[in-house]
Structures are given as C-alpha cells and as structure tokens.
C-alpha cells in the first residue's frame, strides 16, 4: 500500500496513447475524500480515457493511478474493490432482473447483510417497482438509476461518474444530485464529468479543466474566477481557459 492512503485518488504523471493520437500527457491531480472534482473539457480533452484508466478498464502504462491507496496496476483487485464507474450509458445484464443485479454486486464486492440497504436503494433511486424487470426491459434512465443504486451499494471510497444526469428526467436528476451530495458527505470522493457545466458549478468543490489531453486549470471555482472576471460563469471561465490553451 502506498503513503498516499489519505487521499481517495492521486493521479501522477498519467499519459494515454493510441497509435499516432496523444490522448493524455502528463496528468496528476489529486482527489481527497468527501471532495466533488468537476472534470470538464471539449470532445477529445482525454477525459473519458482519464476515467476509464482509473477505473481500470483500460490499461495504465504511463505514470501511476492510486485509488485510496492502492496503485490500480499493481493492485488492481484491491484499488477496484474500493470504487465504483457509472459510464454515460450504463448497459446492465439483459437476464438479470433489477434485484439480481444488486445481489450481485454485493457478491461481486463481499457486501454483507445487503439486502436491507439494496431495498433503500431501490426506494430512493426510484427502481422499487422495476426489482422484478430485467436489465434489458429497462429505459435509458431507469439504466441509470440502477448503475447509481449498484455504485451506492458497497460504499465506495472512489465514485466515478461520466455524464450521470444525462438520461433521467427532472426528478430524478433532483434525486442524483442529493444522492452524490449526500455520498460525499459519507466521505467518499466523487470524480464528476459533465459537459452540463451548471451541473458542475452547483456540485463541484473543485474544478479540472482538460484541454488537447493537458491540464490547464486545476482549482476552485473562486480561483479560476480570479484568473477570469469576478463574476463568470463556469461558463465563460471554460471558454476564457480552453481558448487561451489553444491560443
């Protein structure tokens, strides 16, 4: 384990490649518990190769990717059992019914006496009437709401999330926002990506800002507000910082 284990997340030095294309160059950042970092950039930033390495779902070969301490290479059961990756489309098992999916998750990561808190979760995620249907009879939204109620389950130290809010309707998107407020105040850090840059204004402690697979700001808002106007947007400091980046 490494000296890092206070932190929820530390990312240093992270690169990505693909063939000729230069994903991301030299990325660290860190993520302490109960922490929101709003993870924002345009299309082709590297942000979704960043969330899909620390999730583990792709390979790290440059730098290192701690999750509550644990190097994800080098320990990769240990750092996967202590997050939890909600991707922008979440695709459940077709076979599975809604319940089935939460038994096994909390198989999956060694939850025990589950199943009263998976019935809260079926409450508050709005799924109690959907525990019999199976995951491919589901709507994009109610996938959505399941992939909550599974990231939820096991308490994560590290919540993952990739456009969150994009299928669900105003209630549940009220709902989702108490939810990843109410998770980091329980202590967990959550690593929020949105291009709804209001979503990430209201939630966000901080901010990192991705543009070309660099870093180019990395801070609260009130301090990316002094690099800016005193009164910006999250808006107009996005554009203010990508265009001088790509200047």
């Not at 096994?104 to 025990?112: E, N, P, Q, S």
């Not at 919540?159 to 709902?175: F, N, V, Y």
């Amino acid at each position: 384990m490494n000296a890092t284990h206070a932190l929820a997340l530390e990312v240093q030095a992270f690169g990505k490649s693909y063939e000729t294309h230069r994903a991301v160059a030299d990325l660290s950042f860190q993520l302490r518990p109960g922490e929101i970092l709003g993870l924002v950039g345009p299309n082709g930033a590297g942000k979704t190769s960043t969330l899909r390495s620390i999730a583990g779902v792709l390979p790290v070969k440059e730098g290192r990717i701690y999750v509550d301490g644990w190097d994800i290479s080098e320990h990769e059961q240990q750092a996967k059992s202590r997050l939890a990756w909600i991707p922008d489309d979440p695709q459940p098992f077709d076979t599975l019914t809604v319940r089935e999916h939460l038994e096994f998750t909390a198989a999956l990561f060694g939850v025990r006496a589950w199943e009263e808190r998976a019935e809260r979760l079926l409450e508050s995620f709005e799924l109690a009437e959907k525990r019999d249907a199976l995951g491919g009879e589901l709507s994009r939204g109610m996938r959505q709401k399941l992939a909550f109620a599974c990231a939820w389950l096991h308490e994560p130290k590290l919540l993952l999330m990739d456009e969150p809010l994009s299928g669900l309707d105003p209630r549940g998107i009220r709902a989702a926002k108490q939810a990843i407020k109410e998770r980091a105040q329980a202590g967990t850090g959550v690593l929020l990506s949105s291009h709804q840059l209001d979503l990430i204004e209201e939630l966000a402690d901080r901010i990192l800002i991705l543009d070309r697979g660099a870093k180019v700001f990395d801070g609260t808002l009130a301090e990316a507000r002094a690099l800016v106007a005193a009164d910006s947007s999250l808006e107009d400091i996005f554009f203010a910082i990508t265009k001088d980046a790509g200047a």
